[in-house]
């Protein structure tokens, strides 16, 4: 299992690191995002994976963020509105989809990865839109609709399941659980704001109490700036007993895209990781506005002791 090689060096205590942006790298390479070009052009997708293999990654991260039978759903008033106005494929189509984006992930591998460890992770959001907790389903819900995507993700042939951009205890645990039950290794990854807090207000202390009993195996941030980020690390790190890391954003958001910005380069995004490192993170990599450039300059952090 590709997954073990991962563990075990997270386990001994060394570097692992995931890769960069997905969908904000489709849209830097001038293709619109639409249907996660999925099924419009898979090949460039598996190019986008290619790249952050050969750039170092050891863990990568499906295109499916958002990738959901619900959030098919959202666009319309209600199931009859759904029935009388929409395509008739949106039954299947998130899970089709979600598939796809493992396969692709794995066709990746296949060809780039020469022979080196790298995982498949499948990248899993919140139900509804991830900086706004207030719109979660209950932990009912949220733990059937979480078992029917992660089955699809374990039967496509998923390493991990990667739940990120997570913004609440509460659907964090209902989503663990359940990966937990199908045998599926976790990474759950937080946004937090300026203060290193959920957006709930929670603190994270109190989410890794929630979490490291339910045997999440690492626990990350992600998706705010490296600022953000920092604040969330000082909170985290006295407190994680698994595996910690941090991915974040950089860039601005524009909806419904995402404005690029020359604010991190990847030099400058190296000194922020290799901060992180020596504070005791051991998973490294990049979200929104991050490229393969910013990847490649992390590899050098895999090898580095984490005390220079």
């Known amino acids: 299992m590709s997954y073990q090689a991962i563990g075990n060096k997270l386990a001994a205590g060394g570097t692992v690191i995931l890769d960069g942006a997905i969908g ?166 937080f946004v937090c704001d300026e203060r290193g807090r959920l957006f709930t207000g929670e603190t994270m202390a109190e989410m890794v109490a929630a979490l490291e009993p339910l045997g999440v195996d690492a626990i990350l941030l992600n998706c705010a700036p490296p600022g953000d980020i920092n604040a969330g690390m000082k909170e985290l790190l006295p407190h994680a007993r698994v595996a910690t890391g941090a991915y974040p954003h950089i860039g601005r958001f524009d909806p419904p895209e995402w404005m690029f910005t020359d604010e991190y380069p990847p030099a400058r995004y190296l000194q922020v990781a290799s901060s992180w490192k020596q504070m005791g993170a051991r998973i490294l990599g990049g979200c929104c506005g991050t490229t393969p450039e910013h990847i490649a300059a992390l590899a050098d952090l895999r090898e580095r002791p984490a005390q220079a």
């Open 24 to 189: 904000t790298e489709i849209l830097r390479r001038n293709v619109t995002w639409a249907d996660h070009q999925l099924a419009s052009r898979p090949e460039f997708v598996r190019g986008i994976h290619e790249d952050y293999i050969r750039a170092g990654a050891d863990v990568i991260s499906t295109n499916s963020f958002q990738l959901c039978r619900r959030a098919l759903y959202n666009h319309f008033r209600d199931e009859v509105h759904r029935r009388q106005i929409g395509s008739t494929d949106l039954d299947d189509r998130a899970n089709e989809l979600l598939a796809a984006s493992v396969r692709l992930a794995i066709e990746a591998r296949a060809h780039a990865a020469a022979g080196r460890p790298v995982a498949v992770a499948a990248a899993i959001t919140t139900l509804e839109w991830c900086f706004r907790p207030d719109l979660a389903p209950s932990p009912e819900q949220a733990k059937r609709e979480y078992r029917e995507i992660f089955q699809v993700v374990k039967d496509a042939g998923a390493d991990l399941v990667l739940l990120e951009t997570l913004n609440s205890i509460s659907e964090a645990r209902a989503a663990l659980e359940v990966a937990k039950s199908l045998g599926l290794p976790c990474w759950t990854s």
